[in-house]
């Protein structure tokens, strides 16, 4: 009787790894990693990968001796799921690392944000590499043309988006159209970006003439890309409005127009316009449409209606791919991560603004 | 008399009702036909391509031979991406859904969003200016010592431009999208069968194994698929990284090509029937990936229909 008991007892103690474990396990992986990758040179990122399969491979088998295979196959299912996480962080922080190391040379240059790449010839960058001379060009003329259509991109698709969210909340109720109209949202947002690039282009091939590429047609493809994101986001909070609201109104006797205008809109509101303001830090750094549909300029050019227009993500893209000098590209180079440094500035910006925004001004709603 | 009042009065409020019902209804259809009209110019601008003469076309050989290799190296790409991005994101949505500490676990979120926010022309030139650099050296390993399987194939890219780098840049794109929506699906998880689970003495992860991934797996697969339409359709990141050539088996060697990046590359300067074999070009990228799409969202709502019963 006694020895069973004393048994049970010590099994539940026993076999346990101690709490500090994991910290032995982890400095003895990273003092045998030093001293392996001090045999076959030293690099810190090759030092962090040998550490953390050794921390694996000592922790799993102590485990394992220990405690049991199961415990030992959690403990494995443990360090693949923080090592995924891990990876994950990586091409993160060196996209972030580069952008920063290579943009911000450029970003300093004097000039860089308010001049064009107008009159910028391969001579000037030979010179800038040969005798040192500045490296001259600009985004102003990109930076410009991005806005221009990224501004005329929402002023297009808010409304739409807009309205649908609305049909679908306040009128679809789970009608056929309805039904429809959410399904083919939702296949939108997988439409390929070039897709709707070609899209715009073809249409205003067909409707306009052939070879039409002006801002206009790059704002059109951005807002096929933009209208389900505005659609989603704002169907979502205007789903969270109480119905208490809308059935106070009614009961006052206001039209259900109204109600939605007064009411039902500017309950929602910061949740649709922190929406709004995702949906345009999407659009805002896609290439690929504007690529076919607004052609290339090296120019300011302030009518989206007319003329082909620069914009941010194509300047980089052709200044990487065909550097204003072939044979001397570091300027363009220096140009193009300097127009990506602004271009992520922009869009985190976006994105922490449209945080603040849902943050700032949501409604009381007493929850 | 008061029937009469209430009926009749306020005629400009009733029309204000119908002005704005219809302008809602129309802005939902506006939607439908946009779709409708995505397919019906690509059609109308594709048909020259397809009954041109085969010798007009790009190769000479005819549309068809034109565009296959092409949806080939799309699809190689777009499978490597997943290969790479869905162990890892399930990893990492499990690890924000299940391992990390509560407090920090929005937070954890938010910087895996963050690789969302990113433009894919920043990736695509992190990428040709970062990446294929770094491991270049990799693929010389690989060319020298699994050589002997068709994919690694030496001699390999000395620029390291070649579709395994892209499809390596492809990953890092999809992985945020799979993550998201898996870290929902795991979320959702009914907390009693979770806590069932480790009353019944299971460990952390056989909890994992028997509560949450059998809950998930369907909406796993569609952030699969969804993680598979991203990647089919993005453009910059092969564009600015792979240096196309023909179809090769080999993933080190550069070669290969896939649809989005080819039309990239070629529209700027195309003219005449160039421009109509691109567009048909976009046609069967916009079909395979609606396809994909249209069967994630059919498993996202089937599943919606079975969660009410859980």
């Known amino acids: 009787m006694t020895a069973t008991v004393v048994r049970k007892r010590s099994a539940l103690t026993k076999g346990q790894l101690p709490k500090f474990a994991p910290y032995i396990v982890l400095a003895v992986a990273l003092i045998v990693g030093a001293a392996i990758l001090a045999l076959i040179g030293f690099n810190a990122f090759g030092w962090g990968i040998v550490s953390a399969i050794l921390f694996a491979v000592g922790l799993v088998s102590w485990s394992g001796v220990v405690e049991g295979a199961r415990k030992a196959k959690d403990k494995l299912a443990t360090c693949l799921v923080v ?112 897709v709707a690039g070609l899209f715009a282009a073809a249409f205003f091939f067909a409707v306009v003439g052939p070879g039409t590429k002006t801002g206009a047609v790059a704002a059109v493809a951005l807002s096929v890309l933009m209208i389900p994101v505005v659609v989603r986001s704002s169907e979502e909070m205007l789903k969270i409005v109480p119905n208490e609201l809308r059935e106070a109104s009614y009961a006052l006797g206001v039209r259900k127009w109204r109600t939605i205008t007064k009411v039902v809109i500017p309950t929602a509101i910061s949740g649709i316009a922190s929406g709004v303001t995702l949906a345009i830090a999407r659009v805002i750094g896609e290439t690929a449409p504007i690529l076919v549909t607004a052609g290339f300029a090296t120019t300011i050019n302030n009518n989206v209606f007319g003329g082909w227009m620069a914009s941010l993500p194509t300047f980089i893209y052709t200044q990487i791919l065909n550097p204003t000098s072939p044979s001397n590209p570091g300027p363009s180079d220096q140009r193009a991560w300097g127009a990506a440094l602004v271009l992520i500035i922009l869009v985190m910006l976006l994105n922490l603004g449209a945080r603040l925004i849902a943050r700032l001004f949501a409604p009381k709603t007493g929850r | 008399m008061t029937t009469n009042s209430l009926t009749t009065s306020q005629g400009a409020g009733r029309a204000g009702d119908k002005v704005f019902s219809g302008a809602a209804m129309a802005a939902g259809c506006l939607i439908l036909a946009v779709l409708f009209g995505v397919a019906l110019f690509l059609v109308v601008q594709a048909i020259p391509a397809l009954t041109a003469p085969p010798e007009d076309i790009q190769g000479g050989n005819g549309f068809f031979a034109y565009i296959a290799p092409i949806v080939v190296g799309t699809l190689i790409a777009a499978v490597i991406a997943l290969v790479i991005a869905t162990p890892v994101a399930i990893g990492v949505a499990l690890f924000i859904s299940h391992y990390a500490p509560r ?59 070649t579709i395994l780098t892209a499809g390596i840049v492809l990953s890092v794109m999809v992985l945020p999208i799979i993550t998201s929506l898996s870290r929902e699906i795991f979320l959702q998880t009914p907390k009693l069968h979770e806590e069932a689970a480790l009353a019944l003495g299971a460990t952390r992860w056989e909890m994992i194994k028997m509560a949450v991934l059998p809950f998930g ?21 092969v564009a600015l990284v792979l240096s196309s050539g023909v179809l090769t088996a080999s993933l080190i ?28 070009a976009g046609l069967v990228l916009f079909v395979i990936t609606l396809g994909v799409n249209m069967i994630a969202r059919w498993i996202i709502t089937r599943h919606k229909e079975f969660s009410g019963a859980n």
């Open chain 2, 103 to 161: 407090r920090l676990a929005s937070g954890l979120g938010y910087v895996v969003d963050l690789l969302a926010a990113i433009p894919s022309v920043v990736y695509g030139a992190w990428g040709a200016a970062f990446l294929a650099k770094e491991i270049s050296p990799a693929y010389d390993w690989l060319a020298n010592n699994l050589g002997w399987i068709p994919i690694f194939e030496g001699p390999a890219s000395a620029t390291g431009k």
């Open chain 1, 83 to 194: 090592g995924a996480f891990l990876i994950a962080l990586l091409p993160l922080i060196s996209v972030i690392f580069t952008v920063l190391v290579n943009g911000i040379p450029g970003l300093i240059t004097p000039g860089f944000l308010g001049t064009s790449m107008n009159g910028v010839t391969g001579a000037f960058d030979n010179k800038a590499v040969e005798e040192g001379a500045p490296v001259l060009g600009g985004i102003y003329h990109a930076l410009m043309g991005t806005l221009q259509i990224t501004l005329l991109a929402t002023v297009i698709s808010v409304p739409v988006g807009l309205l649908t969210a609305i049909y679908l909340v306040e009128y679809g109720n789970d009608r056929p159209l309805a039904r429809a109209i959410t399904f083919f949202v939702d296949v939108m947002t997988g439409i390929p970006s070039i």
């Open chain 2, 253 to 280: 060697q550069s070669g290969n090509q896939t649809i989005a990046a080819e039309i990239a590359l070629n529209f700027p300067e195309a003219s005449g029937i160039k421009v109509n074999t691109l567009i048909a």
């Open chain 2, 217 to 237: 797996r369907p909406g796993i697969i569609s952030a699969i698929m969804l993680g598979l339409g991203r990647a089919l359709g993005e453009t910059m990141a």
